[in-house]
């Protein structure tokens, strides 16, 4: 119940075209969903984050959708740049204590 | 100001040996997590200290693994008799609780157990 389940594992796309990540929870307790973004030797950065309340957060190009009753939710990355190149962590937390991480999805934007 | 720092950067060790890591979390932060990325996989919880009250010790492997934090800032996470399975990158976090949701983390240690 404390999973946090994340797809694709890779994900290669096109240089301009949409990126698509895609979280599910089991656990209904949390209500903090954050994105972390992670350069090879660096360490994870927070991209954007959202709380239930909301169905949809929005910052520039990186979007999370958020869809309760189904218990998932997505990171979409409009107009990818070769920059993005980096893997996305989702994770989940109840309050802000001890998030619970998906295992990743490292993404390939092709010039 | 600066960020959370860790070190050593890279540390390669030989089995059986111990290790300590070190993490300087932002000034002011009161919690502070320890997360272990072993390769290809996601960030395990190891530890987590907030304030002066006891740490949340559930994600420690095994009783090889310990955690302290002197003065509520400098924690020191320490690996005896390490193994093989331990090689992995070692991420330190801290949060300002209570003001930010935000977990801020170092760029981590490699550990490399031969």
């Known amino acids: 119940q404390q999973q946090v389940k994340q797809s694709p594992q890779s994900l290669i796309v096109q240089k301009g075209g949409i990126s698509i990540i895609n979280c599910a929870y089991e656990?209904?307790?949390?209500?903090?969903f954050p994105w972390y973004q992670q350069f090879p030797g660096k360490g994870p950065a927070l991209l954007i984050a959202?709380?239930?309340?909301?169905s949809e957060k929005k910052e520039g190009r990186f979007t999370i959708s958020f869809n309760k009753s189904a218990k998932q939710f997505s990171l979409h990355i409009m107009d990818s740049q070769p920059g993005d190149s980096a893997t996305y962590f989702c994770?989940?937390?109840?309050?802000?204590?001890?998030?619970?991480f998906g295992t990743g999805t490292r993404l390939k934007v092709l010039a | 100001g600066a960020g959370v720092s860790q070190s050593p950067s890279n540390k390669v060790t030989e089995k059986g040996k111990d290790v300590e890591l070190r993490c300087d979390p932002i000034?002011?932060?009161?919690?502070l997590y320890w997360y272990r990325q072993s390769l290809g996989q996601g960030l395990e919880f190891l530890i987590y200290?907030?304030?002066?009250?006891?740490?949340?010790k559930s994600g420690l492997p095994s009783d090889r693994f310990s955690a302290e934090r002197t003065g509520g800032s400098v924690s020191t996470l320490t690996i005896q008799r390490t193994q093989q399975e331990d090689s992995a990158v070692y991420l330190c976090?801290?949060?300002?609780?209570?003001?930010?949701?935000?977990?801020?983390f170092g760029p981590g240690t490699r550990l490399t157990v031969l």
């Open positions: 959202i709380r239930p309340d909301v």
């Open positions: 656990n209904t307790a949390f209500d903090y």
């Open positions: 000034s002011g932060h009161t919690a």
């Open positions: 994770a989940a937390s109840k309050g802000t204590y001890k998030y619970i």
């Open positions: 200290f907030q304030g002066n009250s006891a740490p949340d």
């Open positions: 976090a801290s949060q300002w609780t209570g003001r930010t949701d935000t977990q801020y």
